[in-house]
Each structure stands twice: as C-alpha cells, then as structure tokens.
C-alpha cells in the first residue's frame, strides 16, 4: 500500500481501472478518472500559488467537490484543515484564524446557509481567496474558473508535486474541542493515517465493488478516514449523502445498492422505527459500523434480523489517534458488539491507568491510555496542550475512562473531560459554557449530558443570569440565543434559571449533583 494520500489516489487508479470511485447524482468517476481530477485540482491550488505546507479550509457538506478538492489540495503538498457545516461564522473564523488557512472551500447557500456570507466581515488575515464548489456568493471564484486557472501549470510539475509529498508530511488538521473550551487542531501525517485505515478497512471486511453510502460527514473522520479514503485503499465505491433524511437513505439503499453503510447508532435506530421501511428492498446491505454512542444488545440483533446486516462493527477512536484506537472483530457476539468498543487494532498498544498512572488489574476501571503509530504529531501551534496530552513516554491520555477485559475489550465507563454524544457528534460542556457565559448573560454557566431516547444523550444547561438581564431570560429565549450562536448539535435541549450553582470547597462546580438534579426532575 503506498504511503501517502496522493500516491494511494494514483495507486487506486492502476489497481481499479474499471470499477467506480464516486457517484454524486449524476456525477460519477471511476479510479482513473478521480485521479485525474484530482491532479487538476492540484494543478489549480499550485497555480493559486499553494506551496507546501499551506493550509486549506474545507466547509462544504457531503459533495464530490470536497473529494476532489481535498485530493487536489494534497497533491500540491497542502494541509487539509475541515470545517464542520454545522458551525456559525465566528466559530469557523476561529478555525481559519488558528490554522492560518490562506484558502477556503465552501459554497453558497445550503440548507439556509450561506457559509461564504457567514464568514464575511470576519477578521481572517492570512486567508487570500474564497473558493465557491457551487452557487454563486459575493466575492468568491467559482469552482470552475478556479480550475480552469489551473491549466496554466503543467501536468508534469503537478505529478512532482504529487511525488514529493512524504510519508511523514502532515495531511491534515482537524480541530477538535477540549476541556480548556478552546477547539485544538490535530495533526495528523499521511503514513500514519494509510497505516490506519489499511488496517480499519482490513478489520471491518470493507471488499472490491463494496457500494458505501457515506452518511458520516466528511469534516469528520468517520467520513473522510474511514469514508472515502477506505474505499480508495479497498477499490469500493464512495456515496455520498447530503443530509441524512430517512426516507431517501432507504430509496437509495435498493436503487444505489448499498452494501456498506455505517453511521452511530441513531441512524439504525430512526432507520428501524420508520413506517415506510418495509416498503423497500434493504436485501444488499452487508456491513455496518458503528460507535459514538452506547449500542443496546437488542439494536444489534435487529440490525442483523430486521435489516439483513452480515456483519456489525463497533469501535472507539479519538480524533488525536486518527479517528481510531480499537475495534470488535466481525465474529464476535452481539453481546460483545453491543457493550463494548473492542480491542486494539493492530501495532497500537492501550492500558487503562490509575491516577498514578499504574496499569489497573482487568475489569477495573480506568484512564484509558494510547501509544503507536496512530498517535497525533501534535496540537498545532500548541505545545502545552501537546505535553499535556502525551507523556513523555508516548502514550496519549485520553481522558476516557474503560474497563477492560482479560481479552483487551474495552467497556467505556465513563468520560473524564464531561464530554457526552449527542447523535453521534461529540459536545464539550466547557466550550458550550464559555460561549454562554461570553455572552454577558449570565455570571455562572454549568452544562453536562441528559439521556435521551432519540438522541443518545442532550445538553442541559443551569445558568445563573446577570443581575441586568435576571428579568428577561427564560428557558426559551436562552435556547434561541444559543441556535443564534452555535452549531445546533451545541445547542442544550433544556435549561435549568438557578440562584446558584453547588461548588466543592474549591469553588469548582460539582457536576454530579446537577446529574442529580436533572435525575430527580426526571423521575418527578
């Protein structure tokens, strides 16, 4: 398997010259004709003026042109710095500001958005050029004319380009959040990441001719990693999906005659309780991989009664390990499927640690701890956070508590850093709580996770409110200054106006009793 992305992308054409890479509608490539496209892609970003190293944003949802545009950028020797479209102008100005991206791929208006105007008036210094994959928005090239640019460089100095890129130059920069409130970009290189999902792609069974319906983002790792970039290495073909609407998943499942379709457990879940899902042939499904949320038992034997499944999947990963850590193998029982996120995958090592950083006897609980090739190279442009997360030894603290078995089964038991899963996504409560307490509203802002039956879990927020705005607010109005504010997945679901919130001796608010709190209101 080659080594990097733009030489795997040229490899997948040599090795698939007939089958097909990427249908989006009516658009379709195969190995060869993506390659291609990439390379003119990566023509156009070194005509731009993109050197090596260089920064390039994506924000745009599940669309061919970000394939191509990532592939491209790549080639030239470009770091790809995704941007999650559920974000609102000021939290993907950060993003751009922190990176230094000097371009931005996006589009026009999408589902209400128009994400080139979300992003005007924004202070982005070292961004040079706004590049629009469709639609039209005010000050941005259009898609086209951008490549069309591109012909002025030669194809021979593009496939150097291509062939320069080394195994241990960064591919890309995904910006997660932490506990500081800040989101941290995480470096990751190309060796690294084809080592990884060889492996991934090789666990799962993902086959030749498979057909994957990429519903996971490509922003995300799930989407990008373990979404396309799989299905170059195993010659499968890459769908994307524009939005999940339950409805057209199951049309396209029998008229695209998807095999592979993974996705957190929601999606199973809303696919299985929808009224019109007997009306249409889900016989080719065959694989499902899953995570990001607890997996009830019974999910996974309806998975492979009611929808045909062959094989189920479920794993645990970290954006700081390339999306992935470990992994249930397809033979094991749904009960091990369901409660667990599986062992190691191959040449990573994981132990579950006590605060003294001692390795715990099995079925005890503990920190969950990472070393191997999968690791980060860093925050960027952040050394302390960097030190803080990595040892001196090489393993990566995850924050993430775990039993795990006398087999190496992980049980993840809990999540040190507060963070819960709503549908999926990860939300951190401290850049949720800094957002809300920037606001000037409230001089106390306090959110953790609430379970939820559709959603796996939700925010609740207890705020105590400023003095001058004590009056105004109500649950109601915090909710829309917040959908005004954030990414809707951020959004707390339910908010608690208190005259205080309880803090230890310390000062630090003791979360466990607002869970208790929130119980009790819950069971009153």
Known sequence: MEETIPRLVQGAAKRFPALS??????????????AAAGLEAGRAFIAAGLVPGDRVGLWAPNIHEWVIAAIGLQNAGGVLVTLNTRMKGPEAAYILRKSGARWLCTMGEFLGVDYAREIAGQDLPELEGIIAFRGEPAGAT?????????QTVEVGEAQARLEAVQ????????????????PKGV???????IRGFEAWSEVVGLREGDRYLIINPFFHSFGYKAGWLACLMRGATALPQLTFEIPEVLARIGQDRISVLPGPPTIYQSILAHPERGEHDLSCLRLAVTGAAPTPVELIRRMRDDLGFETIITGYGLTECCGIVSMCRFDDDPEIIATTSGRAIPGIEVRCIDEGGQEVARGEPGEVIVRGYNIMRGYFDDEGETRKTIDSEGWLHTGDVAEMDEHGYLRITDRIKDMY???GLNCYPAEIEKAMYDSGLFTQVAVIGVPDERMGE???AFVVPAPESATELSPESIIAWCRENMANYKVPRRVSIVTELPANAMGKVTKFELRERAAASDAG
Do not use: C, K, Y
């Open 167 to 182: 195994p241990d130059d960064l591919s890309d920069l995904i910006f997660t959040s932490g506990t500081t409130g800040r």
């Open 421 to 423: 899963i709503m549908g």
């Open 458 to 460: 939700v925010g609740m």
């Open 21 to 34: 890479a990427l249908e989006d509608g009516e658009t379709r490539f195969d190995f060869p004709a993506l």
């Open 187 to 193: 470096m990751t290189a190309h060796g690294q990441n």
């Open 142 to 150: 259009p898609w086209p004319d951008f490549l069309a640019a591109g």
